[in-house]
Nanobody, 118 residues
Framework: QVQLVESGGGLVQAGDSLRLSCKGT????????VGWFRQAPGKDREFVGR????????VLADDVKDRFAISRDNANNVAYLQMNMLRPEDTAIYYC???????????WGQGTQVTVSS
């Protein structure tokens, strides 16, 4: 059992950067694969990236892999999504999720809003 809370969203201009945090409480975050997702208004939830328990494996979606980076700090039970060169089309609510089985996310955060102005 783990609880996840995202933070770090906000309003930025195109070209700016943000770092989102996913803080885990309860069971140690190292137990879980952590995924990042986003959902824009009127659109389906979209996979952004994931990171394995140890951090050895990192996957980013094709449309963000040249601009975003995913990392984690298991000692502090936190995972990060570094977002650079943000574009208006990145505007969405960003969620982190955790699961012990690949592509089966059991726990979800509440989301954090990212808004990118042109």
């Amino acid at each position: 059992q783990v609880q996840l809370v995202e933070s770090g969203g906000g309003l930025v201009q195109a070209g700016d950067s943000l770092r989102l945090s996913c803080k885990g409480t309860g069971r140690a975050l190292v137990t879980y694969i952590v995924g990042w997702f986003r959902q824009a208004p009127g659109k389906d939830r979209e996979f952004v990236g994931r990171i394995s328990q140890s951090g050895a494996t990192k996957v980013l979606a094709d449309d963000v892999k040249d601009r975003f980076a995913i990392s984690r700090d298991n000692a502090n039970n936190v995972a990060y999504l570094q977002m650079n060169m943000l574009r208006p089309e990145d505007t969405a609510i960003y969620y982190c999720a955790a699961g012990v089985i690949l592509n089966q996310y059991t726990y979800w955060g509440q989301g954090t809003q990212v808004t990118v102005s042109s």
